[in-house]
């Protein structure tokens, strides 16, 4: 059979087209039998139609209107639907996929590039090296897809596998792995363990089981309810990790929380709030406000505006504490600064410095020097020089000692 035309609003039965096929508008296709429609050629049609099973084909193109094939629609070449949209209610493979509108496909659809104007629905899983959709990217099962481009939603109930997305609404995945970037403008949300080299979202993040990755930089919130395994997160508003954290450096406008412990290769910088279920160890550490640790120990230093609290202690080389600030917990460093008002419990110090109003619990250190109207309510133990204005208070005489006590850290 060579060329086949199926005029306007009729019902035809076919099994191969050797040739193309050309279908009229609100025209069917019905196969003979169950095996599919094959059609040698191009498919042709012009405005609402329906296949009533499977089809194969060289290409298919539409004008307009529905095009709905009852089966899987495999083409060698390109589907293209023009101001129409496309509904398979089998697979989809074809060399790409064009339509103006929606496709819908009922189990999975293969091809190399997806570019829809309006919504791609896929029940199953979907391989492409490209997707582009104008609305709504939704798929019921696993995408393996290099890049995502969608300018409204993606919602992925299996794992994703890819190079980049660009979203700019909202999107929802149960895990896998982006190599390359996640851009999306509205909220993104991982169900499973992720793998990502950067995350870049306008608004929130949330990593159900937490992931391993390299840069996250937020506008809004980032939880991950899970471990993190990061290079450097950078947050406007608010981060909270839901177990340990690894990486190299925090940057948070807002507040910042784990559960577990935290350890940096370099800062952790907070401009609010901060809270460490257990141990805090980084290069630096510079909080706005307060911060709360079982332990912090830092390589370099430790600059804390408001309350410092560690149940066993801080450490670094060197430790300042903003005026009318309050710490909790042993300071050990080569070199302390308690600014004006602030109130502190024991410090082991090569060199201190205790501006006016400071209230100290006990003091161990080589030399310090004490402004006026200090108050220290246990020992002072000095080994070289005691620097302290006449109306220091003292509970017990400073006591200059050659050995003095080991820090608890």
Do not use: W
Request: with cysteine; charged share 30%.
């Amino acid at each position: 059979m060579g060329d086949v035309k199926v005029p306007r609003m009729t019902t035809v039965k076919l099994t191969i087209v050797d040739g193309d096929l050309e279908v009229e508008r609100d025209s069917q296709v019905e196969p003979e039998g169950a095996s599919p429609i094959q059609v040698s050629g191009s498919v042709r049609c012009y405005g609402h139609a329906a296949f009533g099973g499977s089809l194969q084909c060289a290409d298919f193109q539409s004008d307009e209107g529905r095009i709905i094939v009852r089966g899987d629609l495999k083409s060698a070449g390109d589907v293209e639907v023009r101001n129409g949209e496309l509904m398979v209610e089998g697979s989809l493979e074809a060399r790409s996929v064009d339509v103006d509108r929606r496709v819908s496909v009922s189990k999975d659809a293969k091809a190399e590039d997806f570019d829809v104007g309006g919504m791609l629905e896929v029940s199953g899983s979907i391989t492409a090296r490209s997707v582009d959709v104008g609305g709504s990217f939704k798929v019921g099962g696993t995408a393996i897809v290099d890049n995502i481009d969608v300018g409204g939603s993606v919602d992925i109930q299996g794992e994703l596998k890819g190079a980049k997305v660009d979203v700019g609404g909202a999107v929802t995945l149960a895990g896998g792995e982006v190599s390359d970037q996640v851009d999306v403008g509205g909220s993104f949300t991982s169900s499973k363990p992720l793998k990502f080299n950067r995350i870049d979202v306008g608004g929130s993040v949330i990593l159900t089981e937490g992931g391993q990755g390299g840069r996250v930089d937020v506008g809004g919130r980032f939880e991950s309810r899970g471990s993190l395994t990061f290079e450097t997160i950078e947050v406007g508003g608010t981060v909270e990790i839901g177990g340990d954290g690894d990486g190299v450096a925090i940057d948070v406008g807002g507040t910042f929380q784990t559960s577990g412990n935290l350890t940096l290769k370099e800062d952790l910088r907070v401009g609010g709030r901060a809270r460490i279920g257990k141990a805090l160890r980084l290069n630096s550490l510079d909080v706005g406000g307060e911060i709360e640790a079982d332990l912090v120990e830092a390589q370099d230093e430790v600059e804390v505006g408001g309350r410092l609290r560690s149940n066993r202690g801080t450490k670094a080389n060197r430790i300042e504490l903003g005026a009318r600030s309050r710490a909790s917990g042993p300071l050990i460093a080569k070199k302390v600064r308690i600014r004006e008002g602030g109130e502190v419990e024991d410090i082991y110090a090569g060199e201190l410095q205790l501006e006016r109003r400071v209230r100290a619990r006990n003091l161990y250190v080589r030399e310090a020097r004490l402004e006026s109207q200090c108050r220290i309510a246990g020992e002072v133990l000095y080994q070289d020089r005691l620097e302290a204005e006449p109306d220091v208070e003292y509970a017990k005489p400073p006591v200059k000692t050659i050995e003095l006590p080991k820090p608890p850290l």
